[in-house]
């Protein structure tokens, strides 16, 4: 079942738009508030790496896809920049103090699965992520 | 995002509020750094952040790192369920100092 399948302009100023059509989204479905609270964080910080490494400041436009299916949660992003090098998307260790890079770490430690596929015609990257949340997740 | 700065007891104590995201994480570092420049003891008061991402933990990490270079205080308080969440995904929370209230922050400075 879609809950959300929705354009947005990919920009810092509609990241709060796109926070909250995910948590409205998550919650329609009866997730619990700590797996929307995941959820959440986990698309803005990607939405946050299409904006800086995707896109690099230009225009551009973000899809946001969350689909329910039974006790999963499966939430696609496509945008239609040039196509990522998927190698060098990393978390940086945590023992290292420093400002960034922690983005990517939150992703993996919020998501079951991420996964970038092929995109659409006319896409340029698509990044699937999938978040179970049946008893004990 | 709202931040509000306030003298007290020798402290500045810089409330923050809201959504703590890319788009208004510049501001809570330029903040945050011009109070590092001017070397006084910071206390974030986040009991009002409703949520923070990595853009905004960056901007605190900064913080951090040039107050414990210049030997000052910089230290987090009354932090929200949803921030400490962050914090402890970033396993910041074990790196930071961090009292239960703003009060409790301003007696150990």
Do not use: W
Not at chain 2, 2 to 21: K, P, R
């Amino acid at each position: 079942m879609t809950t959300l399948d929705r354009r947005f302009p990919a920009r810092p100023e509609r990241l709060c738009d796109i926070r909250h059509a995910v948590a409205e989204a998550v919650g329609a479905v009866g997730c619990p508030q700590p797996v929307i609270g995941d959820v959440v964080l986990a698309v803005d910080e990607a939405c946050q790496n299409i904006i800086r490494h995707a896109y690099r400041g230009a225009d551009g436009d973000i899809v946001v896809q969350v689909a329910a299916e039974a006790d999963r949660l499966v939430i696609q992003l496509i945008d239609f920049a040039p196509p990522v090098d998927v190698a060098k998307i990393c978390p940086r260790p945590l023992d290292e103090l420093r400002p960034g890079g922690l983005g990517t770490h939150f992703i993996n430690s919020v998501m079951d699965e991420i996964d970038f596929l092929p995109p659409p015609d006319g896409a340029g990257n698509l990044l699937r992520m999938v978040k179970h949340f049946g008893d004990g997740q | 995002m709202n931040i509000e700065t306030s003298e007290q007891g020798g402290s500045v104590v810089v409330a923050l509020a809201g959504e703590v995201d890319l788009q208004h994480s510049p501001k809570l570092r330029k903040v945050l750094m011009e109070l590092m420049l001017e070397r006084r003891p910071v206390i974030v008061d986040m009991a009002g952040v409703a949520y923070i991402d990595s853009s905004g933990i960056a901007g605190l990490v900064e913080a951090y790192q040039m107050a414990r270079r210049q030997a000052g205080r910089f230290t987090l308080a009354a932090v929200s369920q949803p921030a400490m969440r962050v914090l402890q995904l970033a396993r910041l929370d074990k790196v930071f100092a961090i009292a239960d209230t703003v009060a409790a922050a301003l007696g150990s400075v």
